[in-house]
């Protein structure tokens, strides 16, 4: 099994909607009730196997960036769209505010990376808190029909509805990894052929990470 690539993911979305909790989640395994609210950004490195075009295993590593969703902190995320291969977006699917902002998310993805700039990212619309509807006091506010059509129309692929609360760890990491897949048979070929390009430009070799950043 070889080692080749290394892909960066974000996840982005309104404040509440639980992007820490999923990047905690795939980190841990472990959910909070608390809602913790990310100041700036934080990261974490995976090392994922995946299957090349010959359906030969790869082990690439993968960069997830958990961003702030609160407006005094876009300026700073925005800074984290620029080389990302793969945008998580997720929505609160009782909170109809937090998917009517999804447009807007991506018309600042687009003006911080570029248009023309479009086929070498992927963004995952994907739907949290399913629980949620279940308990007393909330209600679905955003029905999956909704989601589908909003892909469609801003070229996102549908990540589906999850509870983050629920879901278990192999769940979340096997999606997770889906994700990272899909990223790399889309767009992994160029970025891979990039990146040995100029390795052999530069004479050297980078060196290996062995561990994990939190």
């Known amino acids: 099994m070889s080692q080749n690539g290394e892909y960066k993911l974000i996840l982005i979305g309104n404040a509440g909607v639980g992007k820490t909790s999923i990047f905690r989640k795939l980190s841990t395994g472990q959910f909070t009730e608390t809602n913790i609210s990310t100041i700036g950004v934080e990261k974490k490195t995976f090392f994922i196997d995946i299957l090349n075009k010959k359906k030969q295993q790869e082990n690439v590593t993968v960069i997830l960036f958990d961003t702030a969703g609160q407006e005094k902190f876009r ?24 998917f009517e902002q999804v447009e807007a998310w991506i018309d600042s993805i687009k003006e911080s990376i570029g248009k023309e700039a479009e086929s070498k990212y992927i963004i995952f619309l994907i739907g949290n808190k399913l629980d949620l509807i279940d308990q007393e006091g909330y209600k679905r506010e955003v029905e999956e029909q909704q989601a589908l059509e909003a892909c469609q129309k801003f070229g996102m692929i549908w990540g589906k509805e999850h509870s983050t609360k629920e879901i278990k760890f192999e769940e979340i990491t096997n999606l997770f990894k889906s994700f990272v897949q899909i990223i790399y048979d889309k767009v992994g070929e160029k970025k891979n052929k990039k990146q040995t390009n100029k390795k052999m430009g530069d004479g050297k070799q980078k060196k290996g990470c062995c561990e994990s950043d939190v």
Do not use: V
């Open 75 to 98: 300026a700073i995320t925005k800074n984290y769209f620029r080389g990302s291969d793969g945008i998580l977006l997720i929505y609160d699917i009782t909170e109809k505010n937090s």
